[in-house]
């Protein structure tokens, strides 16, 4: 059962245009939502994050919108850039304990075209 | 500022042989500490996570253990390693309770033959 749903394995988008990235969830005590981006054999980067108690959250080209009651989550890149080109992971959390515990999607590829 | 130190970077290893990866953070103390694997093509899936020395919880049951000996050095073990264990492993740390993300450390190649 996939709580955390990226339904786009790959996007491309010409460079200076917008990239929108989707995420879908389910569980609906998922509070903190982020975004990662990860090149080939590296660990993944953490980009951006959002607290379920905003619906906005933006950080120079990089801006995350959340849509609680569609249980929907999207990453914005504007303008996009070469070197942008990544894998880019959606994660959702819930506090379990004293430890976040995420559950990531399964990544949508970004190629932006120069 | 905090750094996150895996390895190795790859690794192949036959079927049955014992498996240790290790993982060390620098630059905090009291670290949440975890282990995600990603098979191809497929997303991160968490493993084990430690919330203080000698404290594991297991997210999926398999043929791998974790201990956490020290406070910023965690351990993905094996007795014996199946084809199916083979896959990209991730070690990641975070502070607690706070809304902080993870950071991840640039993972280990394991290869099963």
């Known amino acids: 059962d996939q709580q955390v749903k990226q339904n786009s394995p790959s996007l491309s988008v010409q460079e200076g245009r917008i990239s929108i990235l989707n995420c879908d969830y389910t569980?609906?005590?998922?509070?903190?939502f982020l975004w990662y981006k990860k090149y080939p054999a590296e660990g993944p980067t953490f980009l951006i994050s959002i607290s379920s108690i905003k619906d906005k959250n933006e950080d120079g080209r990089f801006t995350v919108f959340l849509n609680k009651s569609a249980k929907h989550l999207s990453l914005h890149i504007v303008p996009s850039q070469p070197g942008d080109s990544a894998v880019y992971f959606c994660a959702a959390s819930v506090l379990s304990g004293s430890a976040r515990q995420l559950t990531f999607g399964s990544g949508t590829q970004l190629t932006v075209l120069p | 500022s905090q750094t996150i130190h895996q390895w190795p970077a790859t690794l192949v290893q036959p079927v049955g042989s014992p498996l240790s990866l290790e993982c060390t953070v620098e630059g905090t103390s009291n670290p949440n500490l975890y282990w995600y694997r990603q098979a191809a093509g497929r997303g991160l899936q968490l493993l084990f996570y430690s919330v203080g020395i000698g404290q594991i919880s297991s997210e999926v049951p398999q043929n791998l253990s974790a201990s956490r000996p020290q406070d910023r050095q965690f351990i993905l073990s094996s007795k014996k390693l199946l084809l199916s264990d083979s896959g990209f492993y991730l070690c990641?740390?975070?502070?607690?309770?706070?809304?902080?993300?993870?950071?991840f450390g640039n993972g280990t190649r394991l290869t099963v033959t």
């Open positions: 569980n609906s005590m998922f509070d903190y």
């Open positions: 990641a740390w975070s502070v607690g309770y706070s809304n902080s993300p993870l950071h």
